[in-house]
């Protein structure tokens, strides 16, 4: 029964990125306005090049801008982390979390990997590689959530908002 909850809600998710998406506090846009998350470069603590476009597709994303000097981003990876539906989804893969470091300090940024699970895509970059990018960096963490094609439903600093928006889907 679980499974089936699943697969309907999966093609409502489907469904509903045709037609609107959530944006921002819980804004809904039109189709026509949604944007789609634009394709970026990061590194791994292995030395390996990720790209955004390279990740899993049919699922959806919660990427994890942070700069680990950040107390707000450290309780939002540790919400994220912490959260049953988070993990239930990325178990059930249809659900993957990428987190980029953007800040200076990378010896911080190696001794935080150990706090995020292993299921987790974990990165690093640099501003200037986003810069021009849909992102917004302006405030820490920038949590956003894409849907299956890569479109931006949601942004937050509250990994709180993109958790009640999955319940919702879910």
């Known amino acids: 029964m679980?499974?089936?909850?699943?697969?309907?809600?999966?093609?409502?998710?489907?469904?509903?990125?045709?037609q609107s998406h959530v944006?921002?506090?819980?804004?809904?846009?039109?189709?026509?306005s949604v944007v789609?998350?634009?394709?970026?470069?990061?590194?791994?603590?292995e030395g390996r090049v990720v790209e955004l476009d390279s990740l899993p597709t049919?699922?959806?994303?919660?990427l994890v801008f942070f700069d680990p000097d950040c107390s707000n981003c450290r309780q939002a990876i540790f919400g994220?982390?912490?959260?049953?539906?988070?993990n239930q989804l990325i178990e059930e893969q249809v659900l993957q979390v990428m987190t980029v470091h953007v800040g200076y300090e990378e010896r911080l940024w190696r001794d935080m990997l150990g706090d995020m699970p292993e299921t987790w895509v974990k990165t690093t970059t640099t501003v200037?590689?986003?810069?021009?990018?849909?992102?917004?960096?302006?405030?820490?963490?920038?949590l956003y959530l894409l849907d299956a094609d890569r479109k931006i439903m949601m942004r937050s600093s509250y990994a709180e908002d993109l958790t009640e928006v999955l319940y919702r889907l879910w």
């Open 2 to 18: 679980r499974i089936l909850i699943s697969i309907l809600m999966w093609l409502w998710v489907l469904s509903m990125s045709a």
């Open 23 to 32: 944006v921002s506090n819980d804004t809904v846009v039109s189709a026509d």
């Open 36 to 45: 789609v998350a634009e394709n970026f470069r990061s590194m791994t603590a």
């Open 58 to 62: 049919g699922r959806l994303t919660i």
């Open 80 to 86: 994220l982390k912490h959260s049953s539906l988070v």
């Open 128 to 142: 200037e590689m986003l810069d021009g990018k849909c992102y917004d960096l302006s405030s820490m963490p920038a």
